[in-house]
């Protein structure tokens, strides 16, 4: 889930900062501190928007930078527990398939891809179902549901486990192929009550 949020921080100005506008070297510095941190509490900060304080710049004797407080907007991004997610499939491995979503990176395990048997095919790469011939490949598109998350310290330590098995996830596609089943099903039931009746009357 996608958020702006204010945050509050004592930010270092160096002395070769002085000459320019004192917003824009906050700023600055902001994004290069900040932009692609992870936080437990907060998520990802995908962007540092803007500075809407700065406060009064203190010196500390010996070290000649001047230090403000600022209040800043950021946007972040925070993986909750349950959340459907859309993202395109990255990588596929013999053991699941990788989804980029927001400004992380999803693993969908083999277990979790569908409802259904699956072969593993190294040359696409990609999967196939068994019974349902749903098929998953790089570059798709998805819609998956967050299972386990994992946020430490930065992006490429941050982990999170998806999955696609239940009903309106994984590919668009899919969705009409699942119809198709379930309309093959309804049909198929009216004939055998009507097998049973002509049994009886024999």
Request: charged share 30%.
């Amino acid at each position: 889930m996608y958020a702006i949020i204010s945050m509050k921080d004592t930010v270092r100005v160096p002395p070769k900062e002085f000459g320019g506008k004192l917003n824009d070297a906050i700023l600055k510095i902001l994004k290069d501190e900040y932009e692609g941190i992870v936080d437990e509490s907060i998520g990802v900060i995908v962007a540092v928007m803007e500075v809407e304080n700065v406060g009064e710049g203190k010196v500390i004797p010996g070290d000649g930078a001047a230090y403000y407080s600022t209040q800043y907007k950021a946007i972040v991004y925070k993986p909750e527990m349950k959340e459907i997610v859309e993202g395109t499939i990255t990588e596929i491995t013999e053991f699941g398939a990788f989804v980029r979503t927001g400004p992380i990176e999803g693993l969908i395990h083999v277990s979790q891809i569908m409802n259904d048997y699956i072969n593993y095919d190294a040359k696409g790469p990609g999967f196939i179902g068994k019974e349902s011939n749903k098929k998953l490949g790089l570059e798709d598109q998805v819609i998956a549901r967050i299972a386990t998350c994992s946020l430490k310290g930065n992006i490429p330590n941050s982990k999170l486990g998806l999955t696609m098995r239940q009903p309106g996830l994984g590919k668009t596609d899919w969705l009409a192929i699942d119809q198709k089943k379930k309309d093959k099903n309804k049909k198929a039931k009216p004939a055998k009550k009507e097998e049973k009746t002509e049994k009886k009357k024999k």
